[in-house]
C-alpha cells in the first residue's frame, strides 16, 4: 500500500501499488474525478494520514476519457467528465441540472448542442460516438462540419468546436 495525495482535490488516497492495471497512465480520483498519473504512485512515498482514503482499483479498471474546454472571453476552462452511456453536452442553463453542460456565455451554444454515446466495444475498451443533436449553430469537428446524422468516432486529442467554444477530447 503506498500513501498518496492527490495534486487536484489533496485528498489522501491508499492505493495498491500491486493491483494497478499495467496498461494504465492514469486513473479518476474517487473524490474529485481528476486524472492522477500512475507515476505518482511510483515516485512518492508518503507516512499515513488520517483522511486517507483506500482506494481499490479493479483490474479491468480503465478511466473514461473527457472534454477539455479552452478558456475564452465567453468561456472559462474547464473539463467535462463523460459517463458510460449518453452524454448530452451544451450549454449550462438554472433550469436544467445536467452535469456535462459547460458553464458559458456563448450564446451561439445551444442548451444540448451535441452527444456522446460512450460504449465498451467486444473487448472491453470504451469507444466515444460523437453526433450533433441538431443545434441551430452545427458542430465542427476537426475543422469539418458534422452533417445531421452523422456519428463520428473520436480519437484521442481530437478537437471540437461547438458556438465559439473550442474543445479538445481527451481519451
Ligand atoms: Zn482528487
Known amino acids: 500500500m503506498i500513501s498518496i495525495r492527490c495534486p487536484h482535490c489533496h485528498v489522501g488516497l ?13 486513473f479518476g480520483c474517487p473524490q474529485c474525478k481528476e486524472p492522477i498519473p500512475v507515476s505518482l504512485i511510483t515516485q512518492k512515498l508518503r507516512t499515513d494520514d488520517s483522511d486517507t482514503v483506500i482506494l481499490n482499483l479493479p483490474s479491468d479498471y480503465q478511466p473514461i476519457g473527457r472534454l477539455k474546454v479552452m478558456q475564452n472571453p465567453l468561456t472559462p476552462s474547464q473539463t467535462i467528465h463523460l459517463n ?28 444540448s448542442h451535441i452527444a456522446i454515446e460512450v460504449k465498451k466495444d467486444a473487448k472491453g475498451k470504451y469507444k466515444y460516438f460523437l453526433s450533433d443533436t441538431k443545434s441551430k449553430n452545427r458542430t465542427l469537428y476537426n475543422s469539418n462540419y458534422i452533417e445531421s446524422g452523422e456519428v463520428v468516432a473520436l480519437k484521442n486529442k481530437d478537437e471540437i468546436q461547438i458556438g465559439q467554444t473550442r474543445m479538445m477530447f481527451e481519451e
Not at 14 to 26: A, M, N, S
Open 14 to 26: 491508499k492505493v495498491d501499488e500491486t493491483k494497478i492495471p499495467p496498461q494504465i497512465q492514469t
Open 84 to 111: 458510460e452511456g449518453i452524454n448530452h453536452i451544451g450549454r449550462k442553463s438554472n433550469v436544467t441540472n445536467n452535469p456535462t453542460a459547460i458553464e458559458t456565455g456563448d450564446k451561439l451554444m445551444s442548451r
